[in-house]
């Protein structure tokens, strides 16, 4: 097992066993006993949601929070609801899964040169996180990208987008959050944090179902997203002595 596999294992088992946000752990755990009739025969993941993927990726894709009847029954990111049905198509169609399908753990679904991660790791209700629990994930992230160190990011939506730019911010990698807005096609370098950035909306069924997102506007970043990892050398930019400060600290652990 490489280095950042172990690594990855071990935060990811720290954030299954994580119950911080004491609203998200009720409704999680609430909603895998009630569960949905047509699930009536699952057992129901009812935790955190761990990343998924390959521990060398490159690219590291950062979605909003699990589904309550997808990743919360399933227990992995983007599977066995609509939004994995439209995102796990299009990530085959680039290249980047094995198959084109996700619907349990052991489905035989592979990752290459991408990791799912989230900004918050536990079902919301209403898929709405307060700002308080967003906050509270944000380290989960945080040590994703330290591990990960993506030369790529892909965000899938507003929220997801405003959360990594909370990261960047923190870091000292961007003087503010609002330097960059999120749209979709979206496309920032960040020198200071040697990545670059992308924002495509979140492939959530209101999305998809009212044709706000199409198969082909999903196609059409994500292949911008393999060009740029396939030809762009890695960006060589030194973090911002406030960053390089951050880090050092965050590396002591103060
Ligand atoms: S949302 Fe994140 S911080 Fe909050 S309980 Fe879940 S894993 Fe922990």
């Known amino acids: 097992?490489?280095?950042?596999?172990?690594?990855?294992?071990?935060?990811?088992e720290e954030i299954v066993a994580c119950r911080k946000c004491p609203r998200l752990v009720e409704y999680r755990e609430r909603v895998a006993r009630e569960k949905r009739f047509a699930y009536r025969d699952w057992t129901y993941w009812?935790?955190?949601?761990?990343?998924?993927?390959?521990?060398c990726a490159q690219l590291l894709i950062v979605g909003l929070a699990p589904g309550a009847h997808g990743s919360n029954r399933t227990g992995r990111n983007f599977t066995g609801d609509r939004s994995g049905v439209f995102l796990y198509q299009?990530?085959?169609?680039?290249?980047?899964?094995?198959?084109?399908?996700?619907?349990?753990?052991?489905?035989?679904?592979?990752?290459?040169?991408?990791y799912i991660a989230a900004a918050v790791r536990c079902?919301?209700?209403?898929?709405?996180?307060?700002p308080s629990e967003i906050l509270n994930c944000r380290g989960y992230l945080e040590r994703d990208i330290d591990i990960l160190q993506p030369r790529a990011v892909l965000a899938l939506g507003k929220i997801a987008w405003d959360v990594f730019m909370g990261v960047l911010k923190h870091r000292g990698a961007i003087p503010a959050r609002v330097a960059h807005r999120f749209a979709h096609g979206a496309e920032v370098d960040i020198p200071e944090a040697r990545l670059r950035?992308?924002?495509?909306?979140?492939p959530s069924q209101q999305n998809t179902q009212t044709g706000l997102l199409t198969p082909a506007m999903y196609a059409k970043v994500l292949g911008r997203v393999r060009r740029f990892l396939e030809q762009e050398p890695r960006l060589k930019v030194e973090f911002t002595e406030?960053?390089?400060?951050?880090?050092?600290?965050?590396r002591r652990g103060r």
């Open 1 to 12: 097992m490489s280095r950042q596999a172990k690594l990855l294992q071990v935060l990811n």
């Open 46 to 55: 009812g935790k955190p949601v761990p990343g998924f993927g390959d521990p």
């Open 123 to 130: 079902a919301p209700p209403d898929n709405k996180p307060l």
């Open 242 to 250: 406030k960053g390089k400060k951050m880090l050092t600290r965050r």
């Open 90 to 114: 299009a990530l085959y169609d680039a290249g980047f899964a094995n198959q084109p399908n996700a619907v349990s753990r052991d489905d035989g679904l592979r990752l290459t040169n991408l």
């Open 197 to 202: 950035l992308f924002g495509v909306y979140h």
